[in-house]
């Protein structure tokens, strides 16, 4: 065998590692930089959105993610539960049926859905009188509530109550509705929390 032969061999089998070990590395240094341009978990606590898949929610489910540490519910209501909501504002048993106290909400959710579209709300689940976690309570007329109860939300700790679209009832602890973050669509069945639709590029 020539020495040609062999050097010729070793060196394409250097070639091959030093390739190998050189495409390692440099993945390596990729992934971080990679992951740096993404918003870090600390980012995503101190506001960054957060992007929501809705389309398996049924009409009459609620579901709960987190933007900026807090529970964030959103609500497919029924056509029954607008039809409710309609009514209520009728009566004079709500604090503030059309969501006029304006730092409850982004102007787009000034109405009585307090929504951009009707059968959806999106609400911080904490009650605006001393921050427990209310619970959510679709029953019509539930014994412990009342025969006046449409469904809504009840905070056990001090009795607030608030109907299906957060808005508080008169009598109770809490001084304002639930709060309403900034959202928006990106499609049918996906929602952005922590942007408002003003704020679409």
């Not at 440099?26 to 990679?34: D, E, K, R, S």
């Not at 029953?139 to 109907?163: K, M, Y």
Request: with cysteine; net charge negative; aromatic share 8%.
């Amino acid at each position: 065998m020539s020495t040609d032969s062999v050097d010729q061999g070793k060196r394409r089998f250097l070639t091959a590692a030093t390739t190998v070990v050189g495409g390692v590395g440099m993945g390596f240094t990729a992934v971080p930089f990679v992951k740096s341009m993404q918003p870090s978990e600390r980012a995503q606590a101190a506001g960054a959105p957060v992007e929501v898949d809705i389309s398996n929610l049924e009409p009459g489910h609620i579901m709960t993610v987190e933007w900026r540490g807090k529970p964030v519910w959103i609500l497919r209501r029924t056509p029954e539960e607008l039809e409710s909501i309609e009514a209520l504002t009728e009566e004079d048993i709500l604090r503030d049926p059309q969501s006029e106290v304006e730092s409850q909400q982004p102007p787009f959710a000034e109405n009585i859905y307090r929504s951009i579209k009707p059968e959806l709300l999106v609400v911080i689940g904490i009650c605006t009188h001393l921050g427990c976690s209310p619970s959510f309570r679709p029953e019509v007329a539930p014994e412990d509530l009342g025969p006046d109860w449409q469904g809504g939300f009840f905070c056990p700790c001090h009795g607030s109550r608030f109907d299906l679209s957060g808005r508080v009832y008169d009598g109770v602890p809490a001084p304002t509705n639930l709060e309403v973050p900034p959202y928006r669509f990106l499609a049918e069945n996906r929602l952005r929390i922590g942007e408002s639709p003003s704020e679409a590029t």
